[in-house]
């Protein structure tokens, strides 16, 4: 009876760490259309994952953390762009990061872009930016008080009011 109970914990346990695994695109195309359909912005995470001493720390005290876990799965779409110095990349990926470089304006890593991004017709994506932030110290709280205000929706002032309905006498 307690070999059933702990393999029942075993299991119970994986399926939870497993809930929180996140999930990174590679592929900015394929991010962009789950970004759209679940209607999350992305988060383009630039980064130099075998040598940037700030991208492994920020990897390491924030992303990897369960607070970013539940965080990002509620509020982004995630989109990891590498510039591995040792790490092999397909051409595809290489050109599509060093376009994203450019069309962004990185200079340093690591740098976190905050984005909204539509295709039109003739398949050209723009983005609409949101905000940037890179290595924030004092950990995950630390780091998301600072993406929080890029992701959330501020209320619009477009929106109608809702009318009271006037009394005839």
């Not at 040792?86 to 990185?106: C, H, M, T, V």
């Not at 340093?108 to 290595?135: D, I, M, Q, R, W």
């Amino acid at each position: 009876m307690k070999k059933i109970i702990l393999v029942a914990f075993f299991f119970i346990g994986l399926s939870v760490s497993q809930a929180q695994e996140l999930k990174w695109y590679t592929n900015v195309k394929e991010a962009i259309t789950v970004s759209n359909k679940e209607k999350k912005p992305l988060m383009l995470f630039f980064t130099g994952s075998d040598w940037c001493g700030w991208c492994i720390r920020l990897q390491n005290e924030v992303l990897k953390t369960p607070e970013f876990s539940k965080w990002a799965n509620q509020n982004v779409v995630l989109v990891e762009l590498d510039y591995p110095r040792r790490a092999p990349q397909s051409d595809e990926i290489k050109k599509q990061n060093n376009e994203l470089q450019q069309a962004f304006g990185i200079q340093g890593y690591p740098t976190v872009y905050f984005a909204k991004a539509t295709v039109n017709k003739e398949g050209k994506v723009n983005f609409e930016g949101l905000g940037s932030t890179g290595y924030v110290a004092g950990g995950p709280a630390a780091w998301l008080a600072v993406a929080d205000p890029f992701v959330k929706k501020p209320v619009s002032m477009e929106e109608p009011k809702k009318s009271k309905k006037s009394k005839k006498a």
